[in-house]
């Protein structure tokens, strides 16, 4: 089963920057796509960044703000984040689409995973 646990939430003054990080683990195969989403205050879940085949996309809210990056030795990905703003509050959860080995004769299945969250507060 592949596992994702992020860090480096916490509180934070307006301006400020935090940066979380999402390591996955277990028997993973390939990683087609990794990136973070948060859920704010009566919000839906929206895709704050991610990293497909390379390439990095980012709401267009933190456009500027957020920088992206994976180590694809670790298969760690991380979200710096700057300028912190108090409507970035919320709680950011790691996603990836991720082809895991699911049977001792070396069967992979691709599927959606998602980390526990981990919240992020920036006060005005």
């Known amino acids: 089963q592949v596992q994702l646990v992020e860090s480096g939430g916490g509180s934070v003054q307006a301006g400020g920057s935090l940066r979380l990080s999402c390591a996955a683990s277990?028997?993973?195969?390939?990683?087609?796509?990794m990136g973070w989403y948060r859920q704010t205050p009566g919000n839906q879940r929206e895709r704050v960044a991610e990293?497909?085949?390379?390439?990095?996309t980012y709401l267009d809210s933190v456009k500027g703000r957020f920088t992206v990056s994976m180590d694809n030795y670790r298969n760690t990905l991380h979200l710096q984040m700057t300028s912190l703003k108090a409507e970035d509050t919320g709680v950011y959860y790691c996603?990836?689409?991720?082809?895991?080995?699911?049977?001792?004769?070396?069967?992979?299945?691709?599927?959606?995973?998602w980390g526990e969250g981990t919240r992020v507060t920036v006060s005005s």
């Open positions: 277990g028997p993973i195969f390939s990683i087609d796509e």
């Open positions: 996603h990836t689409y991720a082809v895991a080995v699911v049977t001792s004769l070396g069967d992979r299945e691709g599927r959606d995973y």
């Open positions: 990293i497909t085949d390379g390439r990095t």
